[in-house]
């Protein structure tokens, strides 16, 4: 209903209206006039490379991408996923069909020898990577022709081959981690890397590492970087070679990256000692929910006490699992009253349809912001775990591979989730993990630190734009922190502390020298004596 004559303004009953919107409009006329003309004029010429084919990490850099796009930047992507509907300023080099697709294709377990697995797996795909994008005639193209880029934006996960193009470019660059950081990461950086507290990318143990777990980490570390920089780069400079013949060192091109954003928020993973020139994004790729399918809505709200989803991700395979890991879901369910949501790759789940949904494919942001969602269950995925912290979901963590075993501490640390390790699934353990998390006052205190999540002087996707058109607009400084500099042996201390041992050992060998030259007096004498 109309609100009451006599209740509006005094200008529109006095019939000012007509003008009055004249001079708005005008006035938003000529702003919008004047936004375009400085949209326009600081538009930068933006480079995004990214080589690698993992689907789960380009959702999150697809909305970075974008976003420099909507702020009027003129934005060249090279990546498996080109855009099918692309604003005029967003120009694709696609590298789809160079290399095998990763989706649902790694099986629910875990074990060194997947570790290990992995290992390999990044190696070779950072080398097969380099080697496809190199190849590429529209690659190739654009260095021959020198285009002009006011900043590189690239991913710095399985390969430095990017970097060699950034060079050839003149280009600043900016790097960007859809997990958490890499082994070979910390040093290039400056950051320190302590295995007494920091997790390491592949293991459990969180903050709070057994000895077993020190140990483990630092043999787990020394083996990554060494083939990391003994394979991958090595080959990555091999192949720059056969194209170019001036590119230095990676590893030194590395050090010389502007800026890192990294999918963290201290929030989730706890204060990290980063410098100035690593900016935490955390979540910055979590878009507003949509409208449910009419189905999935339909069974949600048929849920009196609730729904659980379930996923674990686009690469790893919940079908691949064994009878007993699924018997074991499957026991928990119908242990409780909500209803569960789960993606499942293949139609021989047999399951009651009024207690259970299955689908190959969910929309898990949507899922999570139904107010009728009360946990997840998760493989602790960077990408799945920032979207369960924005909307306030508990999650029980089961991790299986890649950053997923320290993502899954992180969830139990800063009281997220619980983690529930894969050798320790039973119907018994997952049902005492969800009555956890099921809880009122659990669930509570996930409110307060996704709403503590939310609270930042500027939104993750808005910093990460600060940082690259800073980066682009201020390329001539270095921003990389002094500890990157600082060989080894100082960053440790060991000369200093070699120099305090001898000062220390001092009083010691002048005894030393003492006693041997009182007992060699007294020899003599008795020598005489006798």
């Known amino acids: 209903m109309p609100p009451h004559r006599s209740h509006l303004p005094v200008f529109i009953r006095s019939g000012q209206l007509a003008a009055t919107i004249t001079r708005s409009i005008k006035m938003k006329f000529t702003f919008f006039i004047l936004f375009g003309i400085i949209t326009t004029s600081q538009a930068l010429n933006i480079l995004g490379i990214f080589p690698y084919q993992g689907k789960s990490h380009f ?78 005639q529209e690659v190739q193209r654009l260095i021959k022709e020198k285009t002009k880029f006011d900043v590189v934006v690239l991913e710095q996960f399985n390969s430095d081959c990017a970097l060699g193009i950034a060079y050839k470019l003149g280009a600043p660059v900016v790097g960007t981690v859809a997990h958490i950081l890499m082994p070979w990461h910390y040093q290039r ?5 302590n295995p007494a507290y920091v997790p390491f990318h592949f293991l459990e143990g969180g903050t709070k590492p057994s000895l077993y777990q020190r140990v483990e980490r630092t043999l787990f570390d020394i083996g990554f970087r060494s083939l990391y920089y003994l394979r991958t780069q090595r080959s990555n400079e091999i192949t720059l070679a056969k194209y170019f013949d001036d590119i230095p060192p990676l590893e030194t091109l590395a050090r010389e ?39 999935l809505e339909k069974f949600i709200q048929s849920s009196e006490h609730g729904v659980i989803y379930i996923s674990f991700g686009s690469v790893v395979k919940s079908s691949s699992m064994s009878e007993t890991q699924i018997q074991a879901i499957l026991g928990a369910m119908a242990k409780l009253p909500q209803k569960f949501i789960w993606k499942w790759e293949s139609d021989t789940l047999v399951a009651d349809k009024n207690k ?43 991790p299986i591979m890649g950053d997923q075993p320290a ?72 921003f990389r922190t002094a500890a990157a500099d600082v060989p080894f042996y100082q960053y440790i201390n060991l000369d200093v502390y070699t120099i305090l041992t001898l ?28």
């Open 503 to 530: 000062i220390a050992m001092l009083p010691v060998i002048a005894v030393w020298i003492l006693c041997c030259r009182t007992k060699k007096v007294v020899d003599a004498k008795n020598i005489k004596k006798n």
């Open 257 to 295: 990256i502007k800026f890192l954003l990294v999918s963290h928020n201290f929030m989730l993973t706890g204060s990290r000692l980063f410098p100035a020139n690593v900016i935490e994004v955390g979540g910055y790729h979590v878009s507003k929910a949509k409208q449910l399918p009419a189905d």
């Open 189 to 193: 950086l400056g950051i320190p890397y």
């Open 59 to 136: 959702i999150v850099f697809k909305v970075y991408l974008q976003e420099l796009a909507n702020r009027g930047h003129n934005v060249t992507v090279i990546s498996h996923f080109p855009e099918k509907d692309a604003p005029n300023n967003y120009k694709d080099i696609s590298l789809a069909k160079s290399a095998s697709p990763i989706e649902d294709s790694v099986p629910v377990e875990r074990s060194y020898l997947t570790i290990l697995g992995m290992l390999y797996y990044l190696t070779d795909t950072g080398i097969e990577n380099c080697e496809a994008m190199l190849a590429n």
């Open 356 to 398: 259970l949904y299955v689908a190959k494919w969910l929309p898990q942001v949507d899922i999570l912001a139904h107010r009728k969602t009360l946990a997840f269950m998760s493989h602790a995925g960077m990408g799945g775990t920032t979207e369960a912290i924005h909307y306030g979901v508990p999650m029980v963590a089961m």
């Open 407 to 478: 993502n899954a501490a992180s969830i139990e640390e800063s009281g997220l989730g619980v983690q529930l390790q894969v050798t320790e699934l039973t119907k018994e353990n997952l049902l005492a993990a969800f009555k956890k998390v099921l809880d009122p006052e659990f669930r509570e205190n996930v409110n307060r630190l996704s709403k503590a999540w939310h609270e930042r002087p500027l939104s993750p996707l808005d910093t990460a734009v600060f940082w690259t058109e800073f980066a682009a607009k201020h390329s001539k400084f270095t």
